[in-house]
């Protein structure tokens, strides 16, 4: 027995519809959940490098780098208790990114969202009066759980809401709530660190309540997304008349058709993390793992997290260090920003090409100046600490222009609404799994590699940009329930999707069914 099923209208459809101030309110709410990740990713690289945190929690990494000139200058941060305290989220993280695919699936985007705004409100909390290291990891894990349902729900969000012409812009602002979180940690800290005492670092975690009260808040307020709405089997008629609210327009009906077609197709899928592993979805499951897992080798987390232990590193004081992770985040916010505004005209591959280049370049740079100027003991020049400083600083600003938001909508876009939910669970767990991985051996390859961890980062740099160079094709201005035509007509993946047990005719795929 057979069935067809309709994939989408016209391969060239363009669908009616404008940027309404309800789809823009609704966008930017649900954004602030990238607040979240970043500020936790800012404040965490900052407490780590304050004198009380660490003769609080980390009393052996403090002597070490106060009292015993011997050690290299590698190495005076390695501690892997240290480094289970950042990225202990990950971990947490990617369990909870799982959990979060159901819920996301069967219950919405809207309720995920919340979810993981009272997960991250919890975790501040403990983590803001922790008189323990186990407390601070309970906290730590708390935080890690509303960062995976964040994650998991917020890109879809915005993916889903988004008019088709400009999903780039409005997915970016995701990667820009992220990098304003960690500025606003980087501020947050460079303020503290002047409180000699508990307080300092009390503050910085403890604020983290912040942003999570801002996300729970205002996602009680959004609406659900009309595709979501649809998958669960609600009333097709309240789907619709969102569509036209958040479109701006009556004539919605090619798109409201799309989304109706996509959920019927959807409901024939029981299982999806089971289907994801058949044929027809090959090209989608290797970019849920690649794309995640590039975005974490180009080093950026840990340049993030441990921004101010690194400026330490090259002989930087506390409060220098402190400032110039500010300055940092705030040249990477900027050129996310830019990158939201010409994403969806020169296109996700042209951005992916100019970003892999400069950060090449920089980390190769970085790793043989610290490799021929920075030994054991001792502090660079002045001259050579303000050149490393100025690298690192366009390594940053290009990851921040490219990977950093498209890591995050390339994922988002590219999947069909039968496995959105569990595809986007994967991209989350793989980008989690390999953040605690590089984030808990940093410390460790920085003590043992010592520049050439820089030059280990760069080769990955090289490969994930040739990646996307061969794989992975063109997706601007395409409508996200027609994104299937990207794989037919790639030189590559067409081998899977047209040749995977299905024939394509017109629009429609049959494919055997499956008892």
Not at 479 to 493: A, L, T
Request: hydrophobic share 45%.
């Amino acid at each position: 027995m057979a069935v067809s099923v309709a994939i989408g209208g016209s391969e060239d459809v363009q669908y009616n519809g404008k940027i309404t101030w309800l789809v823009l309110l609704s966008c930017v709410i649900a954004a602030s959940g990238g607040l979240l990740f970043g500020y936790d990713t800012g404040v965490t690289g900052g407490v780590t490098s304050m004198e009380p945190f660490l003769k609080k929690f980390f009393p052996g990494v403090y002597s070490k780098m106060e009292n015993d000139p011997n050690t290299s200058n590698y190495c005076k941060f390695d501690s892997q208790l240290l480094t289970a305290f950042s990225s202990s989220l990950y971990m947490s993280g990617l369990v909870a990114s799982f959990s979060a695919s159901r819920v996301t699936r069967d219950y919405g985007r809207k309720p995920s969202i919340i979810i993981g705004g009272v997960a991250f409100l919890a975790g501040a909390a403990i983590g803001g009066v922790a008189y323990n290291i186990y407390m601070l990891i309970c906290g730590r894990l708390l935080l890690g759980v509303g960062v995976g349902f964040a994650n998991q729900s917020v890109p879809l969000y915005l993916s889903e809401m988004a008019p088709p012409k400009y999903r780039g812009a409005f997915n970016s602002s995701f990667q820009i709530c992220i990098s304003s979180g960690t500025l606003v940690a980087y501020m947050v800290n460079y303020g503290t660190e002047m409180i000699k005492n508990d307080w300092g670092w009390r503050i910085s975690l403890s604020t983290a309540a912040i942003p999570a009260s801002i996300l729970i808040v205002g996602a009680l307020l959004l609406p659900e997304t009309p595709n979501s709405l649809i998958q669960q089997g609600r009333d097709q008629h309240k789907a619709k008349t969102i569509l036209q609210r958040i479109r701006g327009i009556e004539n919605v009906q090619a798109e409201f058709d799309d989304l109706i077609t996509a959920s019927e197709a959807s409901r024939t899928i029981k299982s999806p993390f089971k289907n994801i592993l058949k044929r027809r979805y090959r090209p989608q499951l290797v970019m849920s793992i690649a794309i995640p897992f590039f975005q974490q080798v180009t080093g950026i987390t840990v340049i993030s997290f441990y921004a101010p232990i690194l400026f330490r590193t090259i002989g930087f004081g506390e409060s220098a260090s402190l400032l110039s992770a500010v300055i940092l985040s705030i040249s990477g916010t900027g050129m996310t920003i830019l990158a939201s505004f010409i994403v969806d005209k020169l296109g996700r591959r042209v951005i992916f090409h100019i970003g892999g280049i400069l950060m090449f370049v920089t980390q190769m740079v970085i790793g043989v100046i610290m490799a021929v100027k920075l030994k054991d003991q001792g502090a660079l020049s002045q001259g050579c600490s303000i050149l490393l400083v100025i690298l690192i600083y366009i390594y940053a600003a290009a990851f921040s222009f490219s990977w950093g938001p498209l890591g995050w909508l390339i994922t988002s876009e590219i999947f069909p609404l039968e496995i959105r939910s569990a595809e986007q669970s994967i991209t989350v767990g793989v980008s989690f799994f390999f953040s605690f991985l590089i984030g808990q051996v940093f410390l460790v390859m920085l003590c043992h590699l010592k520049s050439a961890t820089f030059l280990f980062f760069g080769v990955w740099v090289a490969i994930m940009t040739g990646f996307v160079y061969f794989l992975l094709p063109e997706t601007k201005n395409i409508p996200i329930e027609n994104m299937e035509k990207i794989w037919r007509e790639h030189w590559f993946w067409n081998r899977f999707v047209c040749d995977g047990g299905q024939e394509y005719e017109g629009n429609k795929i049959e494919e055997p069914f499956l008892h």
